[in-house]
Every structure is written in C-alpha cells, then in structure tokens.
C-alpha cells in the first residue's frame, strides 16, 4: 500500500537554516515548475504525434479496404469479360454491372470500348454517349498491358458533371491485345462521410489524396479546394515521393494552419490518407494546465518563502523566550492553509501528498472533475486509491512505487476514476516527488489529474472503425474474423461449441432497384437492429459486405436449437419493413456451419456455412440449411466427371443409340430419334441426363453435338429413303455462329437428304432471345431440314414461343403423358393437339410406356408416339432391323 510509504519526522534547525530553506524553496520550486512544465510540452506534441499517426493508419486501412472492394469486382469483371467480349450481349453486361452498382456506393461503372466510347454501362442502357480517349488514365491503361488497376486523377464526370475518381482495369482480348477497360467512378463524398464522424478537435482536419497531389477528399468541407494539385507544396515534395509515414510539423496547404500531420500510403494504390492535429487544439490543454500550476507554483513559492522567512525571525525574535516549539508548528499549519488556498485556484485536478501521513490535498477542480462537491472526500490516499478503475489499479500502483523508490524521473499514469454519479472519467495522472528527507525517502508528491476522456472516446471511435461496418454499425469482415478464431481456439480448448450462420438477403437488390440507395441503406440498417435483437450478448453479428451478413452463436452445437434460431432470423429479417411511407419485405437465406473441437480452420469452416448458403438458396430461399459434407463431395465428383467428359470428347468415347418413333396412323416407324450415350472406362454406360448439363455448361456440347450430327446423319443416310433422324441440339450450339455450317458439312459428307434430318430443339433457345439464332434457324428450314420444339410444357410461356417460330414438330413431355390419365392433363394434351394442328405441325406423344396411354393419346388426337411401349433406344444395327422387320409386316398386313 503507499499509503504505508513513511518517512521519518524531520526537525526544525536554527533561523539561519530556514532562511537557506527559504532561498531553496524560492528558487527550487520554479525551477521544477519550469522543467515539469517543459516535458508537459513536450509529451502533448509527442502524443498528438502518435494520435495522428493513429488516425491516419486507421483511415488508410478503411480506404485500402474500400478500393480493394472495388477492385476485386473490377478484376473478375475484366478477366470474365476479356475472352468473350464479342459474344456476350451488352444486354447481359448491363445487368452484370447494375447488379454490381447497386450494392456499391459507386456513382456508375462502365466498360469503354479501345477507342474510348462507353460501350455499355451500369445507370442506364443502352449507354450514353461518351469519349474518354482523351483521358490519362485511358492512354495508360491502353498503352500499359500489365499496368494493373488505375485510379485516374479526379475528373468532373462528363455525365455528372460532379467530381469523380476513376478506377478501372484493362480488358485484355484473348491474345492479349487491348479491348477496352473497365471502370467505376468514385465519388470522393462517401469517404467525406466516414471522415466527418472522426472528432480529433476542431482544427484538425482528414484528407484524401491523390498521389499526384490531387486533393479528393477534405474534412471538415473546403469546396473550392477539392481536386487542386498541391504537388509543388513542401509538404508534398519532402514526404510524398519518399512515403513517408512519420509524423511532421508543418503547415497545411489549404489554410496555412500550423498542424502535425501523418500521412499513411495505401499499397498498390496512388492514393494515401492525411490526417492532422492542429498545434493551437494540441497545446490549448497544455496551456490551460501550464497557466494554471505557474499560478499555483508563484503562490506557493511566495507563501513558502515568507513562511519559512517569518518563522526564522519569529525564532529569533523568541530564541530567548521559551515558547518557541509551538509557534513554529503553528506557523506551520497556517501555512499549510494558505497552501490549500492556493491549490484551489487552478483548473486541473491538482493534488499534494503527504507521504507521511496520508493526507492529501485536492483542488477544487478535482472534486469538480468528479462529480463532487470541495470536501466531500475525505483528504486521504485510501479514499484516492478506492477510486482508480479495478482494471487500472495495478499499473498506477506499479508506476506510483517506481517514482517513490526514485526508478523514473516523474511519475504518469493514464487510468480511469470513479465518478459520484457513477461511470468513470479517463484521467492523466502525472506527479514528482517535490521533498525527500535525508536518507533519500520521499516526503512528498506534488501532481495533477487531467481529464481526457475526450481523447480516449476518439481513440476508441477509430479503434471501432477499423472493426466495424460504417452503415449498420455491426462488426466488420475483420472483426469477424477475429471472433471466429477466438470462437474456435475455446472451442479447441474447452470443447464449447458454437454454430456460424452465413445470411444473404434475398430479395435486397430489387428494393434498391425501386426505392433507390437511401432506402436500401435504411433498410440493411433495420435488418441489423433485427438480427442484433435476436442475439445475446456473447454472440457476434457481422455485415461481410452488401446485403451479406454472418451470425457467430456461442455455446451451441445441437442442431435444434440453432434450428429453432435460424428460424428466428428467418421469422425476424420477413418482417415488413416500412422505408417512408413504402412498405418493403425482404427474405433471408442462411448456410449454416457448426464449429466444435474438431472443426477445420477459420476459412474453411467459413466456406462450409457459405457452402451450405448456397444449398439453401437452391432449395429455394427464405430457409436455412446445415453443411453437409457430402455437399463438398458432390463438388469433388462433378470436376472428377468433367475432366473424364473432356477425354472422352478428344478420344470418342460417345456412342449414339437410336429411338423408333411410330406414326399413329398406320403404327409405321417414320425415323429414330438420336440419343447420345457416354461409353464410361469405368463406370460403364452414363445418362445424357447427367452429362450434357456438364457439356453444356463447360463448352463441351460444342464438339460433342458436331459429332452427333455428323454421326446421325452417316448413320441415316444407309437407312431406307425416306426414314428420317432426328437429333437433340443444344441451345449453347445455337449461341455459336458456327452450327448451321455444321449441319451443311455433315449434310454434305454423308449425302443425307435435308429433308430427312429433323433437328430437335428446347425453348431455353429461343428464351435466349437471340435474333442471329432465329434467322439461322429460317435458313436451315428453307433448305428442308425439319424442326422440332422437344419438351413441351415443361418451359415457361411456350405460346409466345410457338409465335416466334414456325415448327414443323412439337413434342409434348413425357411428364404429360405420365400423368394423361387424369383428365386435367389430358385436357392439356388435348389443348396441345390443338395449337399444333393450326400451325400445321406434328404433335408427338413422348414416353409412351402402356397400351392405356397409347389409347389415350390416340383419343386426344397426337399423330405420333415413341417411347418404351414400342421400343427403347437401341444400337443403329438393331434399329435398322427393327424398322426393316416391322415394315414389310406393316404392309403385309
Ligand atoms: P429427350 O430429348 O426428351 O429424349 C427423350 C428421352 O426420353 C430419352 O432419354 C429417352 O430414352 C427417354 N424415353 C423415351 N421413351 C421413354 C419412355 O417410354 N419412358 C421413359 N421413362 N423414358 C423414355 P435419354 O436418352 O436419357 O436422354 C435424355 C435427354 O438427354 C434427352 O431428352 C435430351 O434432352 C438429351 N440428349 C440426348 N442426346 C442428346 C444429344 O445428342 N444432344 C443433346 N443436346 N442432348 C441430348
Ligand atoms: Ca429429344
Ligand atoms: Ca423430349
């Protein structure tokens, strides 16, 4: 305890003593003053230092985290965009760049063509009119292959006309020659916003820079110098080029003010941070406090020295007379009180230890800074120490020792005091041993308590920002992080688990696209207040970015209860949202991964929820669904199977099995429908159902269907004159330009009759909507090559598309016949039967399995069945003895 530090009485001497002590004190105590009072200079400019170097470390973390949002989207959007530039309609780019905006804060973003005319963009369609060749950053990017991402200098948009940062990335064509560019424009007042919020005084301001010099972003607003170029100020010279992050004393370019500023440099970005602390905020404490203990220390000076000189002629004047102990001691008491007075007058919390004691004496102010009234504490060390932070304690009564015992010049510690109203006010407490008796032991401390709660708020404001997410408060990617780690690293120690809910809006984007970004903003800010309500305090909830959220859940690892919780989420985010006078309903889809000791690392357990998202947006949203390993294999197995697909294109491990269709009529075999089949070296024969989905999505149907219909056709072509093929086409062969010069080449290469070949196509090729396709599609019919529509029913608006073409063929789904026997769908059937006989096309029954459905489909009127009743698909060799055996009976009969 300190206040057992004791020191032994010291006595009194002779008058002559006193009047040396006299001389001491008077020249003593302003000298300690002077050099207290010059470190307390010094450390104020030091911590304003750190305190800037602080804030703008944090800011250049915010920006750095903003750009590489940006430019994550730009880089997979030029690399996707590159090898196919020319077959993606501007259409779907449009769509591909306004789902990206509207989850942004990006004022637009556009791809521009390599001669610099916007060539589709994300505000409007088609794209406005707009040439940026003239452009630096344009020049750069097409002069530069490898130049990576370029944040032009700032801009007054040519559409906005506001100012505007480009960032955009090359759009390299497949050889690498340029195509364009990519490019969002960034409007320097979102980061004005973030920096708004940061209180470092008010003559300290934040800047955003270009690293050209360009100033983008100035907080608090100075309009008119926005988007300047400073780069010939010294500033700029002496610590820009050099990246220089320490913290220098200067004058600020735009006003003149003297500041300390730090500049942090983002990496792999021309841009850096500023942040700076003017020299009058960071001294104005100083001198308060500086003022007030001159005042203090005259005083006290004066009233000792006359003290110390009164009592030595007191001595004198009664070293005869036998009074002389007493007087003395009650000079001394008086002095004491006039001591007090003194301290009273100044404005930080002054205090005066006597270590002999206990006693201490505060000022007025350090009642006041408490909450208290003069007086109302007892003036002891016990009572001080009662009040310091439990958490605190230890450090200040660590470093009070080491002064004591004289291990450091001056005492200083930061800590937190109780307030009478309860709470506590962050304090700077500093001090020095102003006596010592002979032996060396301090007698007493002199010192000061300053409040700085202010300075601790705005230190923990960029602590927060740097782990939070600016709109919705909740924490950041980075925070998540961080609890994830904590939440599986007890788990691993104590075995507690915890379950990971990753969230995603699913309807979020159309509420932006209709009410705008102020209410999407309103409306992501409602649905973390919900998703906060429904967690406990342990429990972490994180916005990951857009409208994607994640939940950490402590404590839990039985699939019902977090069950039963992701229902709550569910039941709590489907709420009606009500965004001025506009009442909107969003819905949630949750992945959900629990984590236990035995759980994999961070990221990969991560992935698990967003594995597991993904399922339950497929399984239609609004619900939740748990990771399950077999999930991950399916993944596995898919990529085995597409590797396997791809040999077997290059090497020919396909065979075509050929299905009788059978007119209604007179039962005739008219001609065989192709069916594809994959000769698998190891797991034998595989359904097309479950590879061309495969082919279709990695390319491969391209090779694969040149390769049934040339099959087909050679096939047909030594068939009986007038059997015909007919063969499945894809609808991404119709997307390449190269298909109906296939069909001619396999035409012309077997001989095969145009006439004799049917191509059966879905409606998926016509929802493509692409005129190229639909012209195609005339000129193959104009040569007499029949086309059927396959599948129908199973599609979408199947009459408009019967409108856009006219077929020669419509096949009804299998489904349909399935179910013929209740009268709704065979009223379907009928309806079919009806269209097709207008347009004057054949109506075929697909999957005919029994004599009942054969009879059916016969009554509601189909001219031609196929299907297992008649036969399966079936080798060519067997399918031509099926038709040579059944047409002679035929006839015969
Ligand atoms: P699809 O064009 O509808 O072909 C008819 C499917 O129904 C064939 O399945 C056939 O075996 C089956 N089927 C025929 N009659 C019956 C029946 O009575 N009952 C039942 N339950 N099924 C019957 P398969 O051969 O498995 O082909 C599946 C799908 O794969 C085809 O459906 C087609 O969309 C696609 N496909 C097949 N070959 C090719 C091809 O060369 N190119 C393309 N692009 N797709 C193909
Ligand atoms: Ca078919
Ligand atoms: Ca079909």
């Not at 309860?422 to 010592?436: D, E, I, P």
Request: charged share 25%; with cysteine; glycine share 8%.
């Amino acid at each position: 305890m300190l206040s057992r530090i004791k020191r032994s009485d010291a006595k009194l001497s002779l008058s002559g003593w006193l009047r040396v002590a006299a001389l001491a004190v008077g020249l003593g105590i302003p000298a300690v003053v002077t050099w207290t009072l010059n470190r307390q200079y010094d450390q104020s400019l030091a911590d304003a230092e750190t305190r800037a170097g602080n804030t703008s470390r944090a800011l250049g973390q915010h920006a750095a985290r903003s750009f590489e949002t940006i430019d994550t989207f730009l880089r997979a959007f030029a690399s996707l965009v590159g090898s196919r530039a020319n077959t993606i309609p501007p259409q779907a780019l449009h769509a591909a760049l306004h789902e990206q905006f509207v989850q942004s804060h990006l004022n637009n973003i556009m791809v521009i063509d390599r001669d610099g005319r916007a060539a589709v963009e994300a505000v409007a369609f088609p794209a406005r009119p707009l040439n940026v060749s003239d452009r630096e950053y344009f020049q750069a990017l097409r002069d530069q292959p490898d130049i990576g991402l370029v944040v032009g200098s700032p801009i007054i948009g040519r559409l906005t006309g506001k100012l505007l940062l480009p960032v955009a990335r090359r759009i390299d064509n497949a050889d690498g020659s340029f195509a364009g560019l990519v490019q969002a424009m960034l409007d320097p007042e979102t980061f004005q916003t973030v920096y708004g919020g940061i209180d470092n005084g008010p003559g300290a301001t934040l800047n955003l820079w270009h690293a050209d010099g360009t100033l983008l972003v100035r907080s608090p607003r100075m309009p008119e110098v926005i988007g300047r170029n400073y780069a010939d100020s010294v500033n700029y010279r002496e610590h820009v080029p050099a990246r220089d992050e320490k913290p220098f004393w200067s004058r600020g370019v735009t006003d003149r003010v003297v500041r300390v500023i730090a500049y942090s440099f983002l990496d792999g970005y021309p841009l850096y941070v500023g942040a700076a602390l003017s020299r009058a905020d960071v001294l104005a404490d100083w001198r308060r406090s500086a003022l007030m203990q001159g005042a203090v220390a005259g005083g006290l000076t004066t009233v000792l020295v006359i003290a110390l000189l009164l009592l030595a002629r007191e001595i004198e004047q009664r070293q005869t007379a036998d009074a002389q102990t007493s007087a003395s001691e009650t000079q001394l008491r008086l002095s004491e009180e006039r001591l007090a007075l003194a301290l009273n007058s100044g404005s930080d919390g002054l205090w005066d230890w006597d270590l002999a004691t206990g006693a201490i004496q505060f000022s007025d102010h350090w009642f006041g800074m408490l909450g208290y009234g003069s007086g109302e504490i007892e003036p002891h060390i016990r009572v001080w120490e009662d009040f310091v932070h439990p958490d605190d304690d230890e450090r200040a009564r660590r470093l009070m020792v080491e002064h004591v015992k004289g291990l450091t010049p001056t005492y200083e510690c930061e800590y937190r005091m109780r307030r009478k109203i309860g709470g506590y006010v962050w304090t700077l407490a500093r001090g020095k041993v102003v006596s010592r008796d002979e032996t060396g032991r301090a007698m007493r401390i002199v010192g000061t308590h300053m409040d700085i709660t202010r300075r601790k708020e705005a230190e923990r404001q960029i602590a927060f920002m740097a782990m939070h997410d600016g709109l919705t408060g909740l924490a950041n990617r980075a925070l998540f992080r961080e609890k994830l780690e904590q939440s599986l690293a007890s788990a691993r120690r104590q075995g507690d688990s915890f379950a990971i809910l990753a969230c995603d809006l699913d309807r979020f984007k159309a509420v932006n696209d209709t009410l705008g970004h102020p209410a999407g903003d309103a409306l992501l800010r409602v649905i973390a207040d919900r998703l906060r309500a429904v967690v406990c305090d342990e429990d972490t909830v994180a916005r990951l970015g857009g409208d994607e959220f994640a939940v950490i859940v402590r404590g839990t690892d039985d699939r019902r209860s977090v069950s039963f919780f992701a229902q709550r989420v569910i039941e709590a985010v489907g709420q009606p949202v009500d965004l001025d006078g506009h009442t909107a309903t969003v819905s949630v889809s949750i992945g959900i991964a629990l984590g236990t000791r035995a759980s994999p690392e961070a990221d990969i357990l991560f992935k698990h929820a967003d594995t597991a998202l993904y399922r339950a947006k497929a399984l239609g949203r609004n619900g939740y669904s748990f990771y399950d390993p077999s999930v991950d294999a399916e993944v596995a197995k898919r990529s085995l199977l597409e590797r396997d697909l791809r040999d077997a294109v290059s090497r020919g491990g396909f065979v075509l099995l050929y299905q009788p269709i059978v007119a209604m009529t007179d039962e005739r075999v008219g001609g065989f429908e192709a069916l594809l089949r994959w000769q698998h070296p190891t797991r034998g024969a595989i359904s097309p159902a479950e590879f061309i989905p495969l082919a279709e999505e990695t390319g491969l149907i391209i090779a694969l269907g040149e390769w049934a219909i040339r099959e087909a056709c050679h096939e047909a072509a030594s068939w009986q004159n007038d059997l015909h093929v007919a063969v499945n086409v894809s609808a991404v062969q119709f997307q390449q330009p190269g298909l109906e010069q296939v069909v001619l080449d396999a035409l012309v290469a077997s001989g095969l009759s145009p006439h004799r070949l049917e191509l059966e196509i879905t409606e998926s090729m016509l929802m493509q909507d692409s005129e190229a396709a639909v012209a195609s599609l005339h000129r193959l019919k104009g040569l007499g090559v029949r086309i059927a529509l396959d599948d129908f029913g199973t599609g979408y608006s199947s009459l408009s598309y019967l409108r856009r073409f006219p077929f020669d063929k419509i096949k009804i789904d299998r489904s349909f016949i399935r179910d013929i026997g209740d009268p709704d769908t065979a009223a379907i059937v009928r309806a079919i039967v009806g269209i097709g006989a207008r347009l004057g096309a054949t109506v075929t029954a697909e999957g005919v399995e029994t004599r009942e459905q054969l009879e059916q489909v016969r009554q509601e009127g189909c001219t031609e069945v196929q299907g297992f009743l008649y036969s399966k698909p079936i080798p060519a060799p067997e399918a031509l003895d099926y038709a040579r055996a059944q047409r002679p009976s035929r006839k015969a009969a």
